[in-house]
């Protein structure tokens, strides 16, 4: 670019931002509340040229967030010691353009414009940036190139979850981080799954997959109770169960107690049918986890897209609430669609879990997808599956960055129980009884780690798992 082309830019750069564009964009939002989760998907505060109209757009994001419905009226109190909200006459000016907006909402030019100028801001300031670099003589040419280069893709593409830097300095805040708490998501309640996956970090894609029957939502729900109760923002997604379903079950392993063996077995709760006691107990276990920052959406199937606004939609809310999102539960992946028609189902699959891994990155939250896995695991022996019954299933072998399945040999005993009162049935309840609550946890895959197995325990009967080291706070063995 000539030198000319700059000292354009630089003289225009006072120009480069459209006040009336803003301050109309918010009496839209003010005017009419439905439009501000779209809006706040694709705009920042920042991206405002009037530093105040950005810091009234982010008070509007996080009053919607919280569930508040808001206006130019209820927005005054948060900018009484704002000067700037005094001086610009901010409070009458938003109650105009809230009064003289559309009411149907329709942002999308002023939207389109205020985005399509801060990039430009943006490109104004990487480009000055180099420009100083250019001139600092000490600075190599090919390293200015190629800040160039990093600089103009990531202020164009504003591609979320880029992170640019040197080996050394990547090294500098690995070192950074060491004696303070591990980042990352941990259970504490399956010890067994905590161990194989390590803490869920942020960006990681975890894969829990298994047949139909080896309690893999119940396994999920467990680990998302522990896992709030640790204090970790979590969203079950779930596309399969109502959120009701869900509660039931949230409610039963809420109940169960460890040490004793005792709860509310979960049909009780399902069939609505709880004693005086139970109904005390249930009402109990709801107070005690009444703020443990666990979010639930149900839904019959979704699009990747959705997904990935509501993944921004809870992110926003949590932050709005003064905690992180930091696991996102999805049960089960294969009732995500694409958001185009894929010519087979493994095609479809494939772009669902790099799709999956790419919002775990750009969201900065670990996400943990439920995967079912075909009949073929049941044609082996040892029906244990292995690394390569996820071959069928698209890219998830190469994209998950842990695979965890879930193995229950009780499942298939079971359906082997010869007739009643027989000698055979008299083996086969010895046999059933000793395993009827093992669960294998079979971590096949951990890219920043060994793979193993783990045994914990599934109590049907509460839906609730456990780790292994259950029996050890009982004093007996596994
Ligand atoms: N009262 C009970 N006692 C013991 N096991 C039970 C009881 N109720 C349900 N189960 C078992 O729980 C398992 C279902 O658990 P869960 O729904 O978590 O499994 P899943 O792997 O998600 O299954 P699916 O893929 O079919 O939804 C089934 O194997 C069922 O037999």
Redesign the pocket.
């Known amino acids: 670019m000539s030198d000319i082309a700059f000292q354009e830019i630089e003289l225009s750069d006072l120009s480069i931002g459209s006040p009336r564009a803003e301050l109309a964009l918010l009496g839209e939002l003010l005017g009419d509340n439905s439009g501000i989760d779209m809006t706040a998907d694709r705009l920042m505060p920042e991206d405002f040229s009037v530093p105040l109209y950005g810091r009234v757009f982010a008070v509007i994001v996080r009053e919607a967030s919280l569930g508040r419905s808001v206006n130019a009226i209820t927005l005054s109190p948060y900018f009484r010691d704002d000067r700037d909200f005094e001086e610009l006459d901010a409070q009458r000016r938003l109650s105009d353009a809230a009064r003289d907006s559309i009411g149907d909402y329709r942002p999308t030019p002023y939207l389109d414009q205020i985005l399509s100028l801060s990039k430009r801001r943006r490109i104004v300031a990487g480009l000055s940036r180099i420009q100083a670099e250019a001139r600092n003589l000490e600075m190599s040419v090919d390293d200015i190139l190629s800040e160039a280069d990093a600089t103009l893709s990531t202020i164009v593409d504003r591609a979320e979850g880029t992170h640019e830097v040197t080996g050394a300095d990547a090294l500098g805040e690995v070192i950074a981080e060491f004696g303070l708490p591990v980042v990352g998501v941990r259970c504490g309640t399956i010890g067994q799954i905590d161990d194989l996956a390590g803490p869920l970090r942020p960006g990681q894609m975890v894969i829990v997959a298994?047949?139909?029957?080896?309690?893999?939502?119940?396994?999920a729900v467990s680990y998302a109770i522990g896992a709030a109760r640790a204090g970790h923002g979590t969203l079950f997604v779930s596309l399969?169960m109502s959120a009701k379903e869900l509660g039931a079950r949230i409610g039963s392993d809420l109940c169960f107690d460890v040490a004793q063996g005792t709860g509310v077995?979960?049909?009780v709760i399902r069939d609505r049918r709880p004693s005086v006691s139970q109904t005390l107990r249930i009402r109990e276990a709801r107070v005690s986890f009444s703020d443990m920052p666990l979010q639930i959406v149900d839904r019959g199937g979704c699009k990747m897209a959705t997904l990935e606004t509501m993944i921004r939609r809870h992110k926003r809310k949590m932050a709005a609430a003064g905690r992180k999102l930091e696991l996102v539960i999805v049960d089960?992946l294969q009732l995500l669609s694409p958001d185009q028609p894929m010519r087979s189902s493994y095609e479809a699959v494939s772009e669902i879990s790099k799709r999956i891994k790419q919002a775990a990155k750009s969201q900065g939250v670990a996400i943990m997808a439920?995967a079912?896995l075909s009949r073929s695991v049941e044609q082996r022996p040892d029906r244990r599956p292995q690394l390569s019954d996820l071959r069928d299933s698209g890219q998830i072998e190469q994209d998950a960055d842990t695979v965890i399945f879930?193995y229950?040999e009780a499942?298939y005993t079971?359906k082997e129980e010869p007739k009643r009162g027989t000698s055979e049935w008299y083996d086969w309840s010895v046999k059933y009884a000793e395993i009827e609550r093992h669960i294998e946890f079979i971590c096949a895959k951990r890219r920043d780690g060994a793979e193993g197995r783990g045994a914990g325990l599934?109590f049907?009967?509460f839906?609730a798992v456990r780790g292994g080291d259950y029996y050890e706070t009982r004093g007996e063995s596994l």
């Open positions: 298994g047949r139909p029957g080896m309690a893999k939502t119940a396994t399969e077995p979960f049909e089960y439920l079912q879930l229950r499942y079971k599934f049907g009967e839906m």
